[in-house]
Structure formats: C-alpha cells, structure tokens
C-alpha cells in the first residue's frame, strides 16, 4: 500500500512540475489581426491599429505583450489551468506572402517592416516564436497540425490555443478526435473572424480576446490583380465610394472592403481557396445543394494522370480564344455552359491545386515562383471543372466585362431555391441570398444571346 501511495505522490509531482499552455496561430490568417486596440488597455496608446505591423520589431514585441498579457489574464480566471503555467506560443506564416499583401493594402510602408515584426515578436517573450514557412500552400498548416497532435498528449501542457477560425480546412483535423472528452477539453479554438462553417459545429470551447484579433478579415482591393496584366481584372469589388469588409462567414455588408486575406496570397489561389460564400461546397444533406440539382450523374473516379485521355494544349486554348463576347438584349456578357456541378469532383479537382491562372489563360505572372501546380496534364473534363470553378469568384467588372480570356463569374452560378421562393433583401435571388458573395446585379441575367460584341485588342 504504501509503495502505491508514493507512486501516486512521484506521479502527481511530475504531473505538476513545469505546467504550461501552447497558442498556435496561423499567421497567414491571423496575425494581421494583431492591430485592434485590446479592451483591457486602461489607456490603448493613440494610433494603436496598423501602426503595430508597420512599427517592425518594436510591434512585434508589443503585440507579444499583448497576446501574453490576455493570456495570463485568462489562466487566472480559469480555475482547471495552474496560475503558474508558461505560456508558449508559436506563429507559423509565409512571410513574403504576407509582406506582400500588407504592403499592398497599405498597412505597411516597407515589405521589410513584417519580417522585422515577426523578429520583434519572437524576442518580446522567451517562449514566442515566430516562424517562417516560407512559399508554399498548406506549409502553415502543416505544421500547426503536427505540432497539435505532438502537445495535445503531452501531461504537462494544461491547454492548446488554435488560431485558426479563418479556415474551414483545420476541421479535417480536429473532427477526427471530437467526440473524445480528453482531447476536446484540451483544445480551445482561438477567434479572431467568425469561425467558418465547419469549425463551427465542432464541440470544441472558445475564446475571444476582444480586441487583440481582428473580426474581420484584411482588404485587399487589388488582391488578385497585383502581378497581372493589366486587361485581367480581379474578381468584384462593390460599387460603393469605400471599400467593403467581408466577415468571416464571407457575406459582404455595407462597411465592408471586399476581401479576406488568404492564407498564401497568390493569383493562384483565385478561385481555389476556401470559396467561403459559397456553402454548398460543404453542404448539410438537409440543405439545397448544387450537386442534388445536376442533371448529370457524378463522374466516374478519374484514373490516375499517365493513364489519362491527352491533355488539352495551353497553345490550343491560346489559338481558339475568342474574338467576340456573347450578350443578352441588356447587353449583358453571357458565359459559356460551365460544367454540371458535381462537389466530389470540384474537391477533388481542387485538391490537385492547379494554377487557375496558367491553366484557363496562359499567362500566370508567378512563374516559377507560383505555389500552385503547373506540370500536372488536365484532362478536358477536368479544366471544364476548373472553369467552373473560377467562374465561383464574381468579376470586378461584372457583367460589361471585355476581358475574352476573363476567368471570372459574371453572373451568379447558384440555382434559385427549390422551393421557388427567394430573399428579396439586396435583389439576390440564388439559393444563398442575402449571404451570397455575387452582386445582386449579377442575379437573374438572362442566359438568351441575342448578340456578339466584336473585341479588337
């Protein structure tokens, strides 16, 4: 009995020695949204918004405070968390790519001053550590996952903080082990934007630090067009005199500036992103969705690329470009078909990652340097889904677009609901309504051309 009670006694001091919390952030989504004035600043200091990321190193470290100070706030409120425990903290990011798009909207004045930031944040606390993923898709999220799953079993780490409300794709993950109460007690999900459909429905508890993260994503009005030639126009931008904010749910409201940064800011990633408008692409089998409504059967699973039908030859889709765009009696641009929607093939079609861009214009500004896949040999079906994918993000120019190699969507692709109503709310008549990323302008054109309009470049 009693070497049973000093096993208990070696167990519980080991269970006791060193406790601490994990905070694992997604920079590519988040840590832009470490610029709002935090509530608990008895007297915030003036101009404290952009001014953190822009301000380098000397931001960093203050934005560390920050973070660090709500957390230990938290553990002292929280009585299952030892007042004692450490905080680590780790923030992985592309940080060119995020460089870029700060620099482009205007938050900062040097693409220096975020790599100077990340380096002032990791030397503001001993435990924070600021990482550089460096180019590349899912590098972030790669990480964030394994280093989840090494701390999450861990007896000394008392709870993890995951950042990462932005992306739908970190339900993957965490619904493997939902349903058990060790693991979902150990996790807490972070919110900076609301949290995306999936991450939603998780039994997950989270926490808000009002004013530390961001609850809206950062604008960027020119976000798919830097780097591009001038006649390839980035998908919407409302027509209002400001810019407009898309909440994390992806509906537009009228402060809003149009666009949520994404997690690696590449033309590339235009209309393979999370297309967080658009909820049939994870849809609820109670819910409307396209894929009930196709008229055509799911396609069959496509065999692997060396046994598929010949590619189609980016020099064929350059030699058969159009020289006219087809118009209603509005005089509105009318698309060609798009392919039946079908949600197993857009996933999968999606999750091979081609460059929109390089595939249906030939003409990706990247290069070498694109994140995305250009080597892979699409089958015709499959850049038929690509288009119909692409044409999933509105076009800036709507329906008197010009642009003959335009990939956007220049009117709303969702079917009307099915049981024949729809909102009236903004004009937006498609299965989404009011929530639905297209211009209510973009709704209900009429698909009868009655004229083609000659294009002279």
């Not at 709002?36 to 918004?49: D, I, K, M, N, V």
């Not at 000397?58 to 905080?87: V, W, Y």
Request: net charge positive; aromatic share 8%; proline share 9%.
């Amino acid at each position: 009995m009693k070497a049973i009670e000093a096993e208990n006694r070696a167990f519980r001091a080991c269970w006791d020695r060193d406790p601490f919390v994990v905070i694992l952030i997604d920079g590519d989504g988040m840590i832009v949204s470490l610029i709002g004035t935090p509530t608990w600043l008895a007297r915030p200091p003036q101009a404290f918004s952009d001014a953190l990321l822009n301000a380098g190193a000397m931001g960093g470290k203050q934005a560390a405070d920050h973070l660090h100070a709500c957390m230990a706030r938290f553990i002292d409120d929280n009585e299952n968390i030892p007042r004692t425990s450490k905080i680590v903290t780790r923030v992985y990011a592309n940080l060119q790519g995020l460089a870029d798009i700060c620099f482009k909207v205007g938050i900062i004045d040097d693409r220096s001053r975020i790599e100077e930031f990340a380096r002032g944040f990791t030397r503001g606390k001993h435990l924070f550590d600021f990482v550089d993923v460096g180019p590349g898709k899912d590098r972030a999220d790669e990480k964030i996952i394994e280093t989840l799953k090494l701390y999450v079993g861990n007896i000394h780490c008392r709870q993890i903080f995951f950042g990462c409300s932005h992306d739908n794709g970190y339900a993957r993950v965490l619904e493997e082990d939902a349903q058990d109460s060790f693991f979902n007690t150990r996790i807490t999900l972070l919110e900076g934007v609301p949290f995306e459909k999936e991450l939603q429905e998780l039994p997950f508890q989270s926490q808000k630090f009002e004013g530390l993260f961001r609850d809206t994503k950062i604008l960027n009005p020119d976000r798919f067009a830097y780097g591009l030639p001038s006649s390839f126009p980035p998908p919407f931008l409302p027509p209002t005199g400001r810019p407009a904010l898309m909440n994390g749910n992806g509906n537009n409201t009228p402060e809003s500036s149009a666009y949520g940064l994404s997690r690696n800011p590449s033309v590339s990633t235009v209309a393979s992103n999370d297309l967080s408008g658009f909820a049939v692409l994870t849809p609820q089998s109670t819910a409307p969705t396209w894929a009930n409504r196709a008229a055509a059967p799911p396609p069959s699973k496509s065999p692997p690329p060396s046994k598929s039908p010949p590619p189609t030859k980016l020099t064929q889709a350059r030699d058969t470009t159009p020289t006219t765009i087809p118009r209603n009696r509005a005089g509105q641009r009318v698309d060609p078909q798009s392919a039946n929607y079908n949600k197993d093939e857009v996933n999968r079609v999606k999750n091979i990652k081609m460059c929109n861009v390089h595939f249906l214009r030939n003409e990706c500004p990247f290069g070498a340097h694109c994140t995305h896949v250009h080597t892979y040999k699409p089958t015709r079906g499959e850049l038929e889904t690509l288009k119909l994918v692409a044409r999933m993000a509105p076009c800036i120019n709507g329906s008197s677009c010009e642009d003959l190699k335009c990939i956007y969507g220049h009117r709303c692709p969702a079917p009307d609901p099915k049981n024949g109503s729809s909102s009236t709310k903004g004009g937006k008549t498609c299965i989404f309504a009011d929530k639905c990323k297209f211009p209510p302008e973009l709704h209900g054109i009429d698909t009868n051309v009655v004229k083609r309009i000659v294009i002279r470049n």
